[in-house]
């Protein structure tokens, strides 16, 4: 599969497809209302940030407790049914007078929620299309997440306006349960992948079974650690361009587009094994020339540049589900999702403190610097693997 048109083609992946984009868009719109509503009540700007992306620490919960679902639930009524949760919760966080405890309470329950729903959508990804057609059907998910989060936040930013940020988290809403109709109606019945009942016992047996092939471990640890350090490097856009950090958002938004149309759609079979590399030390190796601290049209360019090393996660998701056994492959992509999430936050941390130690600039080039140099150590471990390592049963 090589092309746009086969792909949308192929059966169910078109709702697939719109189910994601409607779900990214509802969740963009409604972390910009929930932020908004949130900075208006309390005038913190650390709880109205952490009521726009605190979910993501309790994916890491949801990482250790509950990924085993990710297989073992039918694909179709678990995305319908997460979708459907997603609306509900989004709709009690527009009640009136809803106390922050509460807000944060639904915030964290819905991201354990979300902690499954990598593991299922790119698993039923696997089961819509060949490996040879994986890498294609995940860049194009890949590039509608990006392109439904810029629009997302433009639109959210009007609609907070003329809604009211309350208004806007009932439309945010109205997305989540169009979502959920449409997996419902435009998905067919499956059956798990594997057998047996989700528990946490379970996703800490196959996480630990996943993580003990060595070739698996390697494919893990570069899909974390060096695009968590290079996420650093973003955090720091605020600090480094307070007049205009949205332009820097914005072209690292173009690049990783750039990189996965040109990836997914364009590279040939023959020569993914070979670009790997070069694609991860793009991502880190332009952030080194933060250094010489760079005017804002040159930093903007060495920023949409080292974007385009993102699409490396697609060769490396590729080859982890190649070395993945068929029955957990869900758990596998949702166990990478959980740990990509957890290194950006550790990223974002590590590279606050040394800028507030010493600068901006030097932070981006200090995290740039392990960025290539976890790169070059993790290059030895990366040689392809034709099968399958093992078989991880539960």
């Given amino acids: 599969m090589r092309t746009y048109q086969e792909l949308f083609r192929t059966p169910e ?84 007078g809803l106390p922050l405890w509460a807000v944060f309470a639904v915030v964290l329950s819905l991201g354990l929620v979300a902690s499954v729903g990598g593991g299922v959508r790119y698993g039923l990804l696997t089961e819509l299309l060949s490996e040879e057609g994986y890498l294609l059907g995940r860049s194009v998910l890949n590039m509608t997440s990006g392109t439904m989060q810029i629009c997302g936040f433009a639109i959210g930013g009007v609609l907070v306006t003329t809604l009211s940020p309350r208004g806007t988290l009932l439309a945010a809403a109205g997305l989540h349960l169009l979502a959920a109709v449409t997996a419902r109606l435009g998905l067919s019945r499956r059956s798990p992948r594997t057998v047996g009942r989700p528990s946490v016992a379970v996703t800490w047996r196959t996480n630990a079974l996943l993580w003990s092939a060595t070739p698996r471990r390697y494919v893990f640890l570069a899909l974390w650690v ?145 960025s290539v140099a976890v790169t070059l150590v993790l290059a030895p471990g990366l040689r392809p693997t034709r099968a399958p390592v093992g078989s991880v049963r539960s």
Avoid: K
Avoid at 15 to 32: D, E, I, K, R, Y
């Fill in 226 to 370: 060096p695009n968590g350090l290079i996420v650093g490097c973003e955090s720091l856009f605020i600090p480094y361009a307070p007049g205009n950090p949205g332009l820097l958002f914005a072209v690292a938004a173009c690049g990783m587009l750039i990189g996965d149309t040109a990836t997914g759609r364009f590279v040939p079979q023959r020569w993914r094994a070979r670009i790997g590399l070069p694609l991860q030390l793009l991502l880190a190796a332009p952030y080194l020339a933060f250094a010489l601290r760079p005017g804002l049209p040159l930093a903007a360019a060495v920023v949409v540049l080292a974007s385009v090393g993102y699409s490396a996660s697609l060769l490396l998701q590729e080859r982890l589900v190649a070395l993945t056994p068929t029955d957990v492959r869900g758990q596998a992509l949702g166990l990478h999702s959980a740990g990509m999430l957890t290194m950006q936050g550790i990223g974002a941390a590590l590279a606050g403190a040394v800028a507030q130690r010493s600068s901006a600039t030097t932070a981006m080039a200090v995290m740039a610097t392990a």
């Fill in 13 to 96: 992946f078109m709702p697939l497809f719109l189910t994601c984009a409607g779900q990214v868009a509802a969740q963009t719109v409604s972390g910009l209302a929930l932020g908004t509503l949130v900075y208006a009540a309390t005038g913190s700007p650390l709880l109205s940030a952490l009521s726009m992306f605190g979910s993501s620490f309790a994916q890491v919960i949801g990482a250790v407790a509950l990924l085993s679902a990710a297989d073992r639930l039918p694909p179709r009524a678990a995305m319908s049914g997460m979708a459907l949760a997603f609306g509900l919760g989004t709709a009690v966080l527009a009640v009136p």
